[in-house]
Nanobody, 120 residues
Framework: QEQLVESGGGLVQAGGSLRLSCAASRSILSINVMGWYRQAPGKQRELVAT???????DYADSVKGRFAISRDNTRNTVYLQMNSLEPEDTGVYYC??????????????WGQGTQVTVSS
């Protein structure tokens, strides 16, 4: 089954850190871009960070200098290290991957979402 499985969300105080992980199933044969999006209550889903297969990265202005995205291509896994968390970072975080599936063709894959709550 072609899927993304996330882990690492939770509740943390402002100023704390969390690390999110997302593993893509092996049935996703080739992955181009991987990334993280988030959705706060009552708001649209927004980009947090992306990383290309060549490890070029891009970040939302609101997280630059605090978050770091990385990937391990041998494990088909992407990580998001979140430091100096703020209450405004609260939301459901979704993993994303653009990949070539075993059923043929390029697809956009999404994880099920993991909740991050930052208390003030």
């Amino acid at each position: 089954q072609e899927q993304l499985v996330e882990s690492g969300g939770g509740l943390v105080q402002a100023g704390g850190s969390l690390r999110l992980s997302c593993a893509a199933s092996r049935s996703i044969l080739s992955i181009n871009v991987m990334g993280w999006y988030r959705q706060a209550p009552g708001k649209q889903r927004e980009l947090v960070a992306t990383i290309s297969s060549g490890t070029n990265t891009d970040y939302a202005d609101s997280v630059k200098g605090r978050f770091a995205i990385s990937r391990d291509n041998t494990r088909n896994t992407v990580y998001l290290q979140m430091n100096s968390l703020e209450p405004e970072d609260t939301g459901v975080y979704y993993c994303y991957a653009r990949g070539f599936g075993a059923r043929g063709g390029w697809y956009d894959y999404w994880g099920q979402g993991t909740q991050v709550t930052v208390s003030s």
